[in-house]
């Protein structure tokens, strides 16, 4: 046996934390089987099968890891013979290792102990359990063996670990945090969506009217944005003939979450994409070199079969729309139309509110269609456009499309959290597969080059994203309701009424709150509800003619003229719009 180097990084700690976790979950269970557990982002987390955990075994199991942690194992690592290590972990009653090693490619396999306990692993780790100094075990869920819904199901119990214990409360504060940003709390108490899954199905999204505003007003500035940008829009049909995703090659990659509709005499396939659609539009005519670029841009709504175990609120469904486009191009307007796609997205981040983002460039798949020569190409001019604008990316091995290689954009939120949206793919293969051309300068038929690109994403994700990172205090531009008027008294109903009416001819997002409830009451609800603006309507305001005027979370702005206010709110809205 020889003693393993730390390496003294938070990857490692997490990485042996989990092996720790392992240690008292069979010390407490021995009928435990293991499967994984490696570090993870943010800590690690363990897979067991034979036991079903709760959030009550937690404080035990933590417990439990203390003992081991106190007792200074060293972790040291032994090298075995393949067919002996799965005989070990055969003999241990081990499964789930003993397949594992027999799928590695490797004739020796290093295993690693810890006291009384071993584990398949390639380290590295810590030289002692004693230099673990601050963990927490943090929720349960279930899992299946591989992640192949067909194996075993398995029971992940997810932790995190840190150097010291101030930075571990730092990030179980910032966890609590993001619970009370959670977009599916926040989604019901604002009224913003809502998903019946038992009355229409689970992943799909009902929007009640403050949602489907807020919706909207992105929707429009999408379309104004893309207009200025020389898009043209388009809208295809949510259902088209299988054939179509055949020639796509979707249906080769993506079969099994596509939804199908048979007919008499036809089958049909509810889009999981909307490029075949574009295509064909490109097709409805002949090109000329004159009419490239060519930008196609669509709201388009499309349907995926998702696994009902990974369905999560408004950041994984069934049915959602992308504000996607397809971009039909030469190859001399490659790079620039690229990069004017970057500029784009980066604008749109900004206009959000996210100034922070990662870009990935993620390469060809194992599996995919088109020329090795025609991938090489694509995926260093995706590097050249970034290395010219000095934006940092990062590599993404083997993650492409199977139709070209991308660069997803990442923007971080408040809190820091990375959430995927915009990306640009660039395709040579599908304009072959569809026998796109249009006719050159030279009068010749040359294949145009495709790009695939979403900005936002799905929007159900990015709303996901803007609630969580705003904790549903939208800016006023975004806001559903930007002003509530609220009465005293039924006696000034009609005032407060005529002043919700000149609110809103002034295109501000008004409504009245008449109800026969207290004004705290009312005050109270309009701050429940996040609403930018209260303006209180008495017998005072309505001989002034003024209204007395209060700002999300309980600012006192105190009595405004009518126009005033008018003129105020559409200043706001208009630099939180920049």
């Known amino acids: 046996m020889t003693k393993e180097i730390s ?15 392992a240690a008292a ?62 005989k070990y972990f055969s003999g241990k009653g081990e499964r789930f290792k003993a397949e594992l090693i027999q799928d590695l490619p490797d004739q020796t396999v290093s295993l ?5 306990f071993t584990d398949l692993c390639r380290g590295p780790h810590i030289d002692s359990t004693k230099a673990i100094k601050a963990f927490k075990l943090l929720s349960v869920s279930a899992a299946y063996w591989k992640g192949d819904q067909s194996n075993a199901v398995m029971q992940r119990i997810y932790g995190t670990a840190f150097d010291s214990k101030e930075d571990l409360q730092a ?30 199905g689970a992943g799909l999204v009902f929007y009640h009217p403050h949602g489907a505003f807020l919706r909207h007003v992105i929707q429009n500035w999408e379309v104004d944005e893309h207009l200025r940008r020389g898009y043209q829009m388009v809208v295809t049909p949510h259902i088209m003939d299988t054939q179509l995703w055949k020639t796509s090659g979707h249906w080769d990659f993506y079969k099994e979450y596509m939804y199908s509709v048979q007919t008499e005499d036809q089958q049909f396939v509810l889009k999981p994409m909307n490029c075949p659609g574009h295509i064909l539009i490109y097709k409805s005519k002949t090109r000329s070199h004159k009419d490239l670029p060519l930008r196609f841009f669509e709201l388009g709504t499309v349907y995926r079969y998702e696994k009902s175990g990974v369905l999560h609120g408004l950041l994984r469904v069934r049915g959602f729309t992308q504000d996607d486009a397809h971009i039909f191009c030469a190859e001399k307007d490659l790079q620039s139309e690229i990069s004017g796609v970057v500029d784009f997205i980066i604008f749109t981040l900004h206009k959000f509110g996210f100034t922070e983002f990662e870009a990935e460039i993620s390469t060809r798949p194992q599996s995919f269609i088109g020329e090795i020569s025609q991938w090489d190409a694509a995926e260093r001019i ?68 495709m790009l695939h690109r979403v900005l936002l994403g799905s ?17 006023l531009w975004l806001s559903p309701v930007q002003v509530k008027v609220a009465t005293i008294n039924s006696a000034v109903e ?3 009424r005529a002043v919700r009416d000149r609110l809103v001819a002034a295109d501000i997002r008004a409504v009245l709150d008449d109800r026969d409830d207290t004004l705290s009451k009312k005050i109270r609800d309009a701050e429940k509800e996040k609403v930018p603006y209260t303006v209180v309507i008495g017998e005072k305001e309505q001989a002034a003619q003024t209204v007395s005027v209060r700002k999300r979370h309980k600012e006192n702005v105190g009595t405004l003229a009518i126009d005033a206010f008018i003129d105020r709110v559409k200043k706001e809205v208009e630099i939180s719009r920049i």
Not at 391 to 418: C, H, M, T, V
Request: one cysteine or more; charged letters at 30%; proline letters at 5%.
């Open 459 to 475: 929007l159900e994700r990015f709303m996901a994203t803007l609630i969580e990172h705003y904790k549903g205090d939208f800016p």
């Open 494 to 496: 009609p005032f407060a």
């Open 112 to 116: 690693y102990h810890t006291g009384t």
């Open 171 to 200: 990030h179980l504060k910032k966890i609590e945090e993001a619970k009370e940003r959670d977009h599916r709390v926040l989604g019901k108490t604002l009224g913003l969506f809502d998903i019946y899954q038992d009355e229409a």
């Open 25 to 86: 979950v069979k010390k407490l269970y021995p009928e435990v089987q293991l499967g994984i557990g490696p570090a993870i982002e943010d800590g690690f987390y363990y897979d067991f099968h034979g036991r079903i955990f709760t959030h009550e075994d937690l404080p035990i199991l933590e417990q439990a890891m203390r003992e081991v942690v106190n007792a200074a194992h060293p972790f040291t690592k032994e090298m075995m013979d393949k067919p002996d290590a799965v």
């Open 382 to 449: 995706l590097q050249e456009v970034l290395q010219k604008k000095n934006i940092a990316f990062s590599i993404s091995a083997g993650e492409g499309a199977f139709y070209g290689p991308k660069i997803d954009f990442k923007l971080k939120d408040i809190l820091g959290r990375k959430w995927q949206c915009a990306t640009v793919q660039l395709d040579y293969a599908l304009p072959q597969r569809f026998s796109l051309n249009y006719v050159d300068k030279d009068n010749t038929r040359k294949t145009p080059i």
């Open 7 to 21: 390496l003294n990084n938070l990857e490692t700690l997490r990485h042996s934390c989990a092996h720790v976790l």
